[in-house]
């Protein structure tokens, strides 16, 4: 089984995700099998996709 890192962060992640989902137009619930593949993966694909544009950001502000 494996172990969360950071346990703390579920809960951020969960907000952080709901936050997407809802700018999106995609209905996240607790279950979503009803949802498609390609909506669950819009969402995933953005959360990355702003993590990554986060980041640059924090890097390019160290410089």
Do not use: I, W
Request: glycine share 10%; proline share 3%.
């Amino acid at each position: 089984m494996a172990r969360r890192l950071v346990p703390e962060a579920k809960q951020g992640l969960y907000k952080f995700r709901t936050e997407v989902a809802q700018e999106l137009g995609v209905p996240f619930e607790e279950y979503n099998g009803h949802l498609t593949s390609r909506q669950c993966g819009s969402v995933g694909g953005e959360m990355v996709k702003r993590m990554v544009e986060s980041y640059q950001r924090d890097l390019a502000s160290r410089e």
